[in-house]
């Protein structure tokens, strides 16, 4: 690769780093304010989107249930999740579900999963699981940290676990 071009790479890779990084420092100290949302609908339209730019994904999101949440928070806390799902897993399945109490966000993939010794550390800021990594998946190790911070700024969590039949779950939970 010319010198040049190893440049503009470097300097794209600053780029995503800084932006990603803001993000994270900015994920609870949103001043956005709550609204009352149709949660199925909004991560129905994430996936939507996903699926267009050819994305192989699932979505069993039916309308509802309504939530009083920050709309972009949690649409980009779904979106990192659902975006880890085709990166690690190379496909997604979202659904949506209501509890008396709480109400989620389930994407399951079917990658590697995580080493059990290692579902807590991946919240970490910049940890990377690097068996999942090449130097194609790109990200800085973000995601879930924003994801989480994002959760707990609704009085949520997001929960991590290796399926039985391959691949992982990521829950985001949000009390009603």
């Keep these: 690769m010319e010198p040049v071009f190893e440049n503009l790479r470097a300097l794209d890779d600053v ?7 803001l993000t994270y420092a900015r994920a609870s100290h949103e001043a956005e304010p709550k609204s009352r949302i149709d949660l199925g609908a909004l991560v129905g339209s994430i996936c939507d989107d996903l699926a267009d730019g050819g994305a192989s994904i ?8 309504i939530v009083s949440c920050k709309r972009l928070a ?9 975006e880890n ?5 190379h496909e997604a399945r979202v659904t949506t579900r209501r509890s008396e109490d709480a109400v989620a966000i389930v994407v399951d993939d079917r990658g590697p999963g995580i080493p059990a010794s290692q579902l807590e550390a991946v919240f970490a800021p910049f940890y990377r699981e690097e068996k999942s990594r090449t130097s194609n998946s790109g990200g800085v190790g973000l995601g879930l940290s924003i994801a989480q911070t994002i959760a707990e700024d609704h009085g949520g969590e997001v929960h991590l676990v290796n399926r039985e039949d391959g691949g992982l779950r990521a829950e985001l939970r949000l009390p009603l």
């Design 15 to 21: 780029d995503a780093i800084i932006g990603t990084s």
């Design 85 to 89: 799902a085709l990166k690690y897993g």
């Design 74 to 82: 949690i649409k980009r806390a779904a979106t990192n999740l659902i």
């Design 58 to 65: 699932e979505c069993d999101c039916p309308n509802g249930p």
